[in-house]
T-cell receptor
Framework: KQEVTQIPAALSVPEGENLVLNCSFT??????LQWFRQDPGKGLTSLLL?????REQTSGRLNASLDKSSGRSTLYIAASQPGDSATYLC??????????FGQGTRLTINP | DAGVTQSPTHLIKTRGQHVTLRCSPI?????VSWYQQVLGQGPQFIFQ???????GRGNFPDRFSARQFPNYSSELNVNALLLGDSALYLC????????????FGDGTRLSIL
């Protein structure tokens, strides 16, 4: 059974800092991994999808890496801004049909 | 282009009642999935439908059912509501059923009194 863990559960940093969010999964035989952002009371916004054959994916100030052998993915946010404050969720595809999510990291960027 | 739309936004029900939640996928997307997100946790998979057929089912009781229509929109039905069904119900759509990026709606907040 695939389990996804995100550490830390909460993170607070000053504006302008670069930061890394961590995601680990127990079964390395994954296909794709997707990072999401969730604002309070809202749905999920897709940030990046990394295919199993890829090592990393970049979008603007965001960079996600994937190391299947160690069961880890990281989301790097450069030059953080207050608008980046949200909960960040990672999810892996278990089979073709479903995403298995971590519990998320609640990020606060302080002005 | 419109994203995934869900209705209603909020819903309040009492124990024992039933509820129907609706989802319209992004235009061109043929797969719809449903997730339940309890406060403070990550979403849990309930169902996936593709081309009107159920392709996957999570570990939820038979009180939960769903269907997909010819226009690819979907309904999630929950019978005999329990207090523990209080959650944010999220719908996601994708082009196909296999490992495609999932695009989520804003969800329906269901509260059971």
């Amino acid at each position: 059974k695939q389990e996804v863990t995100q550490i830390p559960a909460a993170l607070s940093v000053p504006e302008g800092e670069n930061l890394v969010l961590n995601c680990s999964f127990t079964d390395s035989a994954i296909y794709n991994l997707q990072w999401f952002r969730q604002d309070p009371g809202k749905g999920l916004t897709s940030l990046l999808l990394i295919q199993s054959s890829q090592r990393e994916q970049t979008s603007g100030r965001l960079n996600a890496s994937l190391d299947k052998s160690s069961g880890r993915s990281t989301l790097y946010i450069a030059a953080s801004q207050p608008g980046d404050s949200a909960t960040y969720l990672c999810a892996v595809f278990q089979g073709a049909q479903k995403l298995v999510f971590g519990q998320g990291t609640r990020l606060t960027i302080n002005p | 282009d419109a994203g995934v739309t869900q209705s209603p936004t909020h819903l309040i029900k009492t124990r024992g009642q039933h509820v129907t939640l609706r989802c319209s996928p992004i235009s061109g997307h043929k797969s719809v999935s449903w997730y339940q997100q309890v406060l403070g946790q990550g979403p849990q998979f309930i169902f996936q439908y593709y081309e009107k057929e159920e392709r996957g089912r999570g570990n939820f009781p038979d009180r939960f059912s769903a269907r997909q229509f010819p226009n690819y929109s979907s309904e999630l039905n929950v019978n005999a509501l329990l207090l523990g069904d209080s959650a944010l119900y999220l719908c996601a759509s994708s082009l196909r059923a296999d490992y495609q990026p999932q695009h989520f709606g804003d969800g329906t907040r269901l509260s059971i009194l």
